[in-house]
């Protein structure tokens, strides 16, 4: 059975950084898999923020380039999500997903708290 489970999260002033770690494990083809990060506010959607593929190709959202990096480190099958320069914007549930054509995998969230 695939188990992601996310570490990291808290409460940081406006302007702080936090590294989010997201470890896979349950199945030996999660090296494969595309993995990203997502957040959910209260009151709205969940929103695909960063991911990166397995050969390391990154994709973000308008509003966290330059500020957020995301890594991987496929021995571990972990991925991880650098926030810098936070605002308070960016609180919310945030989510790691592991995936590929037919599975998707996600972890049970943790919360970033940004306080201004």
């Known amino acids: 059975q695939v188990q992601l489970v996310e570490s990291g999260g808290g409460l940081v002033q406006a302007g702080g950084s936090l590294r989010l770690s997201c470890a896979a494990s349950?199945?030996?083809?999660?090296?494969?898999?595309?993995m990203g990060w997502y957040r959910q506010a209260p009151g709205k959607e969940r929103d695909l923020v960063a991911s990166?593929?397995?050969?390391?190709?990154?994709n973000y959202v308008d509003s966290v380039k330059g500020r957020f990096t995301i890594s991987r480190d496929n021995a571990k099958n972990t991925v991880y999500l650098q926030m810098n320069n936070l605002k308070s914007e960016d609180t919310a549930v945030y989510y790691c997903?592991?995936?590929?054509?037919?599975?998707?995998?996600w972890g049970q969230g943790t919360q970033v708290t940004v306080s201004s």
């Open positions: 349950g199945s030996s083809m999660l090296s494969i898999n595309k």
């Open positions: 997903r592991s995936w590929r054509p037919g599975r998707s995998y």
């Open positions: 990166i593929t397995s050969g390391g190709d990154t």
